[in-house]
């Protein structure tokens, strides 16, 4: 059972990095590892003494050890599956999301190159976009000296995209946080 886990490990942070199962930004190699770890090892520790009393009334005279060893393969394998089907099932939705990023980064692009001041439009390839919501960007590009930006909210929901100026100058990593998660560079 623990090369079987061990496999598992590393074949499951891969596939949860490739193929998150939620969220719109896919887990770094290092985070998908801790929940593939994490995972992996509810089925050996409760799942696999639980079916591993299956396995014993099926076949009485297989030791416990081989078949709570047997029942623990056969659970990671299963993880690796369930996480590899939704996986599947939710990258349809990450297609999305990423399509709607592109629209709204086009669509803030041609706002800030028809509307901003000068000093802004030369730094429109250093846009940065916070996702606020479902379909609600904050994208900005920097000034000259980095502490004020020309901010627009981009609302993807309407066709085509609403973009709207925002007052408020501060940069995304003022607002959002250097590390927010829904921050992306462009």
């Not at 479902?134 to 994208?139: A, D, I, K, S, V």
């Not at 590009?141 to 980095?146: A, C, L, S």
């Amino acid at each position: 059972m623990w090369p079987a886990f061990l496999l598992a490990l590393v074949f499951d942070a891969v596939l949860l990095h490739w193929l998150p199962i939620s969220g719109d930004v896919a887990p770094d190699l290092f985070a998908a590892a801790l929940l593939a770890f994490f995972f992996n090892l509810v089925a050996v520790a409760v799942g696999a003494p639980l079916l591993g009393r299956l396995v014993r009334r099926r076949w009485p005279g297989l030791p416990k050890v081989v078949a709570d060893d047997r029942a623990g393969t056969a659970l990671v394998a299963g993880v690796a599956t369930v996480l590899l089907v939704v996986g599947l099932v939710h990258r349809p939705a990450m297609q999305r999301q990423a399509r709607a990023f592109q629209v709204q980064a086009a669509a803030a692009r041609s706002f800030v190159l028809a509307e901003a001041p000068g000093r802004f439009r030369v730094h429109v390839d250093r846009m940065d976009t916070w996702k606020q919501g479902p379909g609600l960007y904050r994208t900005c590009v920097p000034g000259p000296n980095g502490r004020r930006s020309f901010c627009v909210f981009v609302n993807t929901r309407h066709d085509p995209p609403l973009v709207t100026g925002d007052h408020d100058q501060s940069p995304n990593s003022v607002l959002a946080g250097p590390d927010n998660p829904a921050r992306k560079g462009r």
